[in-house]
């Protein structure tokens, strides 16, 4: 089983920064991917970042050259920094992680960005 706990979300105007981040209680170098999805209100959960155990980094679309994923694996932590904000990343943040065959979810951080 692995446990993921988020941090770093808040409210920012149209702009703005804000870093994510997720620490698990293992240590994330042997996941098979660690990364962050959200959910706007209404909409589905989508994926925003995911850094994979090959090396990989996958972002959607509407964030890159926007949001950065990265790891420091001696914490158990992944990182999410998030530049330029728009009112449309609004959405609870989650950290997810692929282990086996199981994947397992963060209990979610709400960002919201006003304009």
């Known amino acids: 089983q692995v446990l993921l706990t988020e941090s770093g979300g808040g409210s920012v105007q149209a702009g703005g920064s804000l870093r994510l981040s997720c620490t698990a209680s293992?240590?994330?170098?042997?996941?098979?991917?660690v990364g962050w999805y959200r959910q706007a209100p209404g909409k589905q959960r989508e994926l925003v970042a995911q850094?994979?155990?090959?090396?990989?980094?996958n972002y959607a679309d509407s964030v890159k050259g926007r949001f950065t994923i990265s790891r420091d694996n001696a914490k158990n932590t992944v990182f999410l920094q998030m530049n330029d904000l728009r009112p449309k990343d609004t959405a609870v943040y989650y950290c997810?992680?692929?282990?086996?065959?199981?994947?397992?979810w963060g209990q979610g951080t709400e960002v919201t960005v006003s304009r």
């Open positions: 997810s992680a692929e282990y086996l065959q199981d994947e397992y």
């Open positions: 850094t994979r155990i090959s090396g990989r980094l």
């Open positions: 293992r240590s994330i170098f042997g996941l098979n991917a």
